[in-house]
């Protein structure tokens, strides 16, 4: 019996295993370099995050930003020039706006929400001044 084919055969899968398990070992290579970057990276980033959370507290913080209507601004104008709580009937009357009910309404959700926003504050019940 003739075991040379045999034994070449087991020569050429060898060749082609110890191949495949030299590119693996190329592809882990690079894998683990990839990985180091990806982690040093990652440091970095965590390293930035408590810098900009230790610094935020001394940033100085800007007003809110103002709800996209024409009245805020005009609103935030009228408490501004005044010295006492106003109501907002009395926002409504310098604001030129019919003295109805329905404009009412309207000229005090808008006050409440610039309360919510903390723009404002309300004194009493119903009584707007521009915060301090």
Do not use: W
Not at 8 to 23: K, S, W, Y
Not at 64 to 75: F, G
Not at 77 to 84: R, V
């Amino acid at each position: 019996m003739n075991i040379q084919p045999l034994l070449d055969a087991l020569h050429i899968q060898e060749g082609a295993a110890r191949a495949q398990a030299d590119d693996l070992r190329a592809q882990i290579g690079q894998l683990q370099t990839r990985l180091r970057e990806a982690e040093t990276h990652l440091e970095h980033l965590a390293i930035t995050r408590k810098t900009v959370t230790g610094l935020a507290d001394r940033l100085p913080v800007g007003p809110p930003d103002l709800p996209e209507h024409p009245d805020y601004p005009r609103i935030l104008a009228i408490l501004n020039d005044t010295t006492g709580p106003l109501r907002a009937k009395d926002i409504c009357r310098a604001l030129n706006h019919e003295l109805l009910p329905k404009n009412i309404e309207g000229t005090r959700a808008k006050l409440k929400r610039l309360v919510k926003l903390g723009i404002l504050t309300e004194a009493d019940t119903g009584s707007f001044t521009a915060k301090q």
